[in-house]
């Protein structure tokens, strides 16, 4: 064999293995994402119903930026401009992290909603029901945790709220506290029956992300704390807009505490830059490790139990007006600041202040991520940062005779000691 001949082998033999080394460098699949994210979207006759097909959308173009492969389940049961249909549906979303999503080329991000939806595969269609019945949720949630690709499962669920209430306060004709499912008293849900939903699954989502107003209350998350391992909240309003998904979405595919801080953040940011551009703008946001709600139940109970509280009346020290209260100008008696309540029993404590220093250590624990906007546009919306402390929760008065009843059969009452607290009126 010539020695030309041999550099010609040599040659071929060394573009084969250069070719095959980089077809073996690009890999044929993406890792999977280590949870599914599953939406119940709940808008039939809400007002709010093109403001969730948006959020839609906005999931869809965060799934087309990730990396990995992922599965996004989203029931879907209202009216607005953009479905086609008018019975509830499970719809399904799947990218393989190459920018594909249901085997087609991801649309851009200015796409038409209208486009987004049309997109979607229709994997189960419901007749007409009602998905504020927790027997209806119950089963909607199995439906959708068969159907996910992994064991590991998280939730949004996105509608209107109102706390532990048990009335959607800004219209006192509805009766519950979570969704809205058609009109009248009878077609949204207690906060309870939604937890109760989710534990009748018999699995432990992930987390659960509230895309509802007025859900970041001591109240409502305790009544999750064993449903989900993390809740995602607000106590105030949440703007139409909802979460900025499209810039968010694989955060909460991350399935860690790290991965639900970041979309905390990137919601701040994101109303904090709509701030600076003149556009509306709000929002408070936490992240709560729902295992340390028991906890921090138990902190405030060990106050109200205190012997020096016992012949005292609880409102002669606490003083509405010296709490932040969430909502819109000023708030609607529903939600004051947690630690701003429980700051103003220093004084009768007298020397068992330690029981605070107890208390608000379990808050830390319990509230890993907050951040709010104290700028606000408009200003009725404001926060003040310093006296956030991510939670809040309902002081009892005289003037909600209603909510006060109704507080009393919650969980939240009894576990925190307000059954052992005095007021000056008859609570």
Not at 66 to 95: C, H, I, N
Not at 104 to 111: G, T
Not at 144 to 153: E, G, L, Q
Not at 170 to 179: E, I, K, P
Request: glycine letters at 8%.
């Amino acid at each position: 064999m010539t020695c030309r001949m041999m550099k010609k082998i040599f040659f071929l033999l060394s573009f084969v293995s250069l070719f095959t080394a980089c077809k073996d460098d690009t890999p044929k699949e993406k890792e999977n994402a280590p949870l599914t994210v599953m939406a119940y979207f709940v808008a039939d006759a809400s007002g709010i119903e093109d403001d969730i097909w948006t959020n839609v959308a906005a999931m869809y173009d965060g799934l087309s930026l990730m990396e990995k492969q992922a599965t996004l389940l989203v029931y879907w049961d209202g009216s607005g401009s953009y479905g086609d249909w008018d019975y509830p549906v499970v719809l399904r979303f799947v990218t393989d992290g190459f920018g594909n999503i249901n085997g087609q080329k991801a649309l851009p991000e200015d796409a038409y909603v209208e486009d987004v939806v049309a997109l979607a595969e229709v994997v189960k269609e419901y007749p007409s029901q009602l998905s504020t019945d927790k027997t209806v949720m119950t089963k909607v949630l199995n439906d959708m945790i068969a159907m996910s690709p992994t064991s590991r499962v998280g939730l949004v669920a996105a509608s209107h709220g109102s706390a532990w209430t048990n009335s959607i306060f800004m219209s006192r004709s509805l009766s519950r506290s979570f969704g809205q499912d058609g009109k009248g008293s009878d077609n949204t849900m207690l906060v309870k029956d939604m937890a109760d939903a989710m534990k009748a699954t018999g699995k432990k989502f992930d987390f659960l992300l509230f895309d509802a107003c007025f859900m970041g209350t001591a109240e409502v998350c305790y009544d999750f704390r064993d449903a989900t391992d993390y809740q995602i909240v607000s106590v105030m309003e949440v703007p139409a807009y909802g979460f900025p998904y499209e810039n968010a979405l694989d955060y909460l595919y991350e399935g860690t505490i790290d991965g639900y801080k970041k979309i905390c953040q990137t919601y701040i940011d994101f109303y904090q830059e709509r701030y600076a551009k003149g556009n509306q703008a709000w929002g408070t946001i936490a992240l709560i490790d729902s295992k340390e709600m028991a906890g921090l139940a138990a902190s405030v109970k060990n106050v109200f139990s205190d012997e020096n509280l016992k012949n005292v009346s609880i409102d002669q020290y606490v003083d509405e007006s010296k709490m932040q209260e969430y909502g819109r100008d000023g708030g609607f008696g529903i939600a004051y600041d947690l630690k701003g309540m429980m700051a103003q029993l220093d004084e009768p404590l007298q020397s068992n202040k330690n029981k605070l220093d107890l208390f608000n250590e379990q808050l830390e624990k319990t509230i890993l991520f907050k951040g709010c906007l104290e700028n606000a546009n408009p200003k009725r919306y404001s926060v003040k940062t310093a006296e956030y402390c991510g939670l809040g929760t309902y002081f009892p008065s005289y003037s909600y005779d209603n909510w006060n009843s109704f507080y009393k059969t919650i969980d939240w009452y009894t576990a925190a000691g307000w059954n052992e607290v005095t007021f000056s009126w008859d609570f």
